[in-house]
Structures are given as structure tokens and as C-alpha cells.
């Protein structure tokens, strides 16, 4: 399908939404359904939608609430992937086999307390079909707890590595100066007081000296997820198509 006629793709869903159909195929990253903003019973309706017509569709910031809602109303129909630390929700219809692309990344956060944001760029760049090799807890307050992740991003020649990290947020710039790939800098709303709730993080991971190092906004895990996906299947299909 064309881009003109990719742009004139689009499904209503009751009188709440308009789909965009072939966001995918037109941009590399499929649409996902962020569920903080939206009636339960809204974030069901656009996922099962987007899945019957993709294969599988994603939803992000979902309440325990939604989630049981959407057993209830999609379990049938649908294989249903729920990931509370990430607060993500993945609609598979049944039969459906995702691709793999041939990418792949890497997901760092700095402490457990930063999972939930690193948990949701790996479930995102997944969906992509990526492979993810994830490493947490390797904050700089011990960092000699990060030789062994680069020996081993190394050795894996990920395309790209999304780095969570919150309080001062030193850690993006770190594996940045260390590392062959791309870092995708997420700051994480941990961390209080003066420089708190991701602020501190993000003006660090902004002012970094490290070039190479890109930065999302505080808590974006999704966005991080699909840049560093995108950015690995753009190279795998490079390979692919050299060969």
C-alpha cells in the first residue's frame, strides 16, 4: 500500500476514537493505546480493534482494573500477555506468530527501582521484534557491576541501548562513553527533594559531554523502546538486503 493510501487508513472505534490502521507500515512503529487517559472500557475496545487487524496491539499505563476488564472481555479471542511491573498489556490474536526482525538492543536500568520504565521499553521494543538483552541493577554506585553487561553488548553488536536511570541519572552517559552503539537516555522519576521526580536525571542525561547519548522525556519507556527498535530493524533490514 502507498503512503497516500496509508493515510487515508483509518477505523473508528464507537464515537471515542479513530485508528490509525497502517501507522506500522507507514512509520515503522505500530500504534499502542495509552490507557491512563481513557475509560477502561475505551482501552479494550481500541486493543482488541488494533489487534484483530495487526495481529497484536499494545497498551501502556494500565491500571490492574483494565487489565482484569480485558481478561474478561478478550480472553476468548485473544492471548493476552500482562506485565504489571510495566504496566503493559499485549492483545495476541490467537494463531497469530510475531516476526522477528533480526534487531537487536539492549535495555539497561541503573536500580530495581527503575525496572517498571525499563520493563516497558523491552516489552515495546519485543512487540517490534526485536531481541532485548536486559541489564539491571548496574547503577555507577557500584559500578563495576556494569564490566560484564558491556563485554556482553559488546560481543552481542546490539544496534542501540536504552538506558533507565533516575536521582542523578549518570549512568546513560557512562555506558555512552563505553559502548559502540547509539544510548537512548530515559530518566526515571525516582529520586526526592530538590532535583527529584526525574528532573535531576534528565537535566544530567541533557548537559552529558557524551556524544551519542539521545534523551526522551522522564518515564518515557515506550518512546525509548520504539526509537531503539526502530533504529535496530533499520539496520538488520539493511543486512538483509546487502546480502
Do not use: W
Amino acid at each position: 500500500m502507498g503512503t497516500a493510501a496509508q493515510l487515508h487508513a483509518v477505523e473508528t472505534v464507537g464515537h471515542f476514537a479513530r485508528l490509525d490502521a497502517k501507522r506500522h507500515e507507514r512509520t515503522g512503529i505500530p500504534e499502542a493505546v495509552f490507557a491512563a487517559s481513557k475509560t477502561h472500557q475505551q482501552v479494550v475496545a481500541i486493543l482488541a480493534r488494533l489487534a484483530e487487524a495487526a495481529g497484536q496491539a499494545l497498551a501502556t499505563h494500565v491500571s490492574d482494573e483494565c487489565a482484569a476488564l480485558a481478561r474478561r472481555k478478550l480472553g476468548k479471542r485473544f492471548q493476552l500477555d500482562c506485565n504489571p511491573l510495566a504496566r503493559t498489556l499485549v492483545a495476541r490474536r490467537r494463531g497469530f506468530a510475531p516476526k522477528r526482525t533480526g534487531g537487536r538492543i539492549a535495555v539497561v536500568a541503573a536500580g530495581t527501582a527503575d525496572l517498571r520504565v525499563a520493563e516497558e521499553a523491552r516489552v515495546t521494543a519485543e512487540l517490534m521484534g526485536c531481541e532485548v538483552l536486559k541489564f539491571y541493577d548496574v547503577g555507577i554506585a557500584g559500578i563495576h557491576r556494569l564490566i560484564d553487561p558491556l563485554h556482553q553488548m559488546h560481543e552481542a553488536d546490539i544496534a542501540c541501548a536504552v538506558v533507565c536511570a533516575g536521582m542523578e541519572g549518570a549512568l546513560p552517559a557512562v555506558v555512552r562513553g563505553l559502548l559502540h552503539a547509539p544510548v537512548i537516555g530515559v530518566p526515571v522519576s525516582t529520586g526526592y527533594g530538590y532535583g527529584g521526580r526525574g528532573e535531576g536525571a534528565l537535566m544530567t542525561m541533557l548537559q552529558s559531554c557524551a556524544p551519542g547519548l539521545t534523551v526522551v522525556n522522564i518515564d518515557n519507556g515506550f518512546g525509548a523502546g520504539a526509537t531503539a527498535a526502530l533504529i535496530a530493524n533499520r539496520m538488520a533490514a539493511g543486512v538483509r538486503h546487502k546480502t
